[in-house]
């Protein structure tokens, strides 16, 4: 499985030979542009938690590029349907399986508006699982108990995918506890630093976790990830 940071929520990730992109909002993120081309991106479905701005802004760009298929809930894929963009339209506690994987989409304490104001529904997360790994991009949230449930519905999480920037979304502090609720010891952090609310002390937020004997990979624009699994 590769894993490349995009900037923001967004990130590619590369497995069973298929390619997936979450939330890119590159086009008008000042940390993405210019390291990240939007026209070059590979995908064959582009995961959306939520309607937000900085979560779907370059969604219909590469999805008219690759005639890749939009997984969201169903007010979001319908959205994009009428812009004769293909979809999957999920909502809060399905599963289906994919020929990537199953990938269930699941609560978030949020809101979620698409950009011209259409109602985008209730904002989600993923949860993926395949031969590869099981993993969970939580989109914006704040903590929620819902997360002891994962480990409960048999998920056993390599990495998981936490907003850590706090403000509009859960911060690292939170993010420490989520990851104690659904038993995960690697997260990836995202949702930081974009905006001058959201910019945190990276350095501090890894030592809480590591304190907490967990590990919080910062990941870099454009870099790969690196979780050894
Ligand atoms: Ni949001
Ligand atoms: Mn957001």
């Given at each position: 499985m590769k894993i490349k940071f995009l900037g923001h929520s967004g990130f590619y990730i590369e497995t069973l030979g298929k390619h997936l992109i979450f939330d890119p909002f590159i086009t008008g993120n000042s940390l993405?542009?210019?390291i990240i081309d939007v026209k070059t991106l590979k995908a064959d479905y582009i995961l959306l938690t939520h309607g937000h701005g900085?979560?779907?802004?370059?969604?219909?760009?590469?999805?008219?590029?690759?005639?890749?298929?939009?997984?969201?809930?169903?007010e979001i894929v319908t959205w994009y349907g009428q812009k004769n963009i293909k979809g999957?339209?999920?909502?809060?506690?399905?599963?289906?399986?994919?020929?990537?994987?199953?990938?269930?989409?699941?609560?978030?304490?949020?809101?979620?508006?698409?950009?011209?104001?259409?109602?985008?529904?209730?904002?989600?997360?993923?949860i993926i699982q395949n031969e590869e790994a099981t993993f969970y991009?939580?989109?914006?949230?704040?903590?929620?108990?819902?997360?002891?449930?994962?480990?409960?519905?048999?998920?056993?999480?390599?990495?998981?995918?936490l907003p850590?920037?706090?403000?509009?979304?859960?911060?690292?502090?939170d993010a420490l506890i989520a990851a104690t609720y659904f038993e995960?010891?690697?997260?990836?952090g995202c949702h930081f630093n974009t905006f001058p609310p959201i910019t945190i002390d990276t350095h501090k937020a890894r030592e809480v976790f590591t304190k907490a004997g967990k590990k919080l990979l910062i990941p870099e624009v454009g870099k790969i990830v690196n979780v050894s699994l």
């Open positions: 993405a542009e210019g900085d979560h779907v802004a370059d969604a219909e760009t590469i999805a008219l590029e690759n005639k890749a298929t939009i997984i969201s809930n169903y999957h339209g999920m909502n809060i506690g399905g599963k289906y399986s994919f020929d990537f994987g199953t990938v269930r989409y699941t609560t978030a304490i949020h809101s979620s508006v698409l950009p011209d104001g259409t109602y985008a529904g209730n904002p989600g997360g993923f991009h939580a989109g914006d949230t704040a903590l929620t108990l819902d997360m002891k449930l994962i480990p409960q519905l048999g998920y056993n999480l390599d990495f998981a995918i850590i920037g706090d403000n509009f979304t859960m911060g690292y502090e995960c010891d690697i997260i990836i």
